[in-house]
């Protein structure tokens, strides 16, 4: 399952293709793409460190400063890295993780804290994240920006897959229903915790964002049936499918109420 990633050790971490949708329509499929020489970072230095490495592999990661390696030691984190991943691909319903803070940031962005060196910022179509020594990362919320920008500028608000804006709209229904949150939780079978942090994250959204969509018609248990499912193909639709006996064509459509939740973002089937 995707976990909250850390700053890779000795090998940097690289982020995957950043996508911006373009549409309201490419909004739920997730196509249209960001010009990757247009990612996030801190600029040429950042707080006194010399960016010093970068990835473009499948995507963009900037990494500040240098890490020795301490003598017997598997490796050591950088002082700060940005890596940039499309809101379908890494998203806050994607990842097996409550944040413990949801805040918004700079206009529009919505941001959620899994751990005190580590946020991801959703604006657009893409994720950003930070990773950044404590004392670090509030200098790295005020300076992070796209390359080609000369300065910090506002965020437009997040562009979520179709299937995760379902899901925050399951939880914006059920609060319509029962106003208290134990209520919430027992109704749509989720931990009372991951409630209160959707609900938050849609408190944030635009108010038009949630109004044309629909709430999911599986329920909760069937949409994690369907994300082991994806899991389970490993990245390779077309292994799993023959492993199953069927399609690749029949996989993607029996895995597509899921596209969005689970860290990889297939390609939509005929495009």
Known sequence: MP?????????????????????????????GSQDPADPFWLGPY????????????????????DCELPKGEGGCSVP?????????????LAIDRVPFRVFPVRGGGIAVEYERSGIDITTGGQTVTLYARFELMTAALRDFRRRTEPAPMPLAPPVYPLAALRELKRVTVAKERFEQLGAIARAIDLPAAEVEVRLQIAE?????????????TLSTAAIERLRQLAFRTGGNL??????????KAAL??????????????WPIQGS
Do not use: W
Request: glycine share 8%.
């Open 46 to 65: 950042f707080a006194g460190l010399r960016m010093a490495h970068s990835e473009s592999f499948n995507g963009t990661t900037f990494s500040y400063g």
């Open 252 to 265: 993607l459509k029996k895995i597509a109420p899921v596209r969005g939740l689970t860290g990889h973002c």
């Open 204 to 216: 944030l959204l635009p108010p038009e964002t949630l109004a044309g969509i629909k709430p999911p």
């Open 3 to 31: 976990r909250v990633r850390r700053p890779a050790r000795i090998a940097l971490m690289v982020a995957l293709l950043a996508l911006l949708p373009l549409s309201s329509a490419q909004a739920e499929t997730g196509s």
């Open 238 to 247: 077309s292994r799993a499918a023959r492993i199953r006996g069927i399609t």
């Open 80 to 92: 700060a890295q940005v890596q940039t991943t499309s809101s379908c691909d890494r998203n806050p």
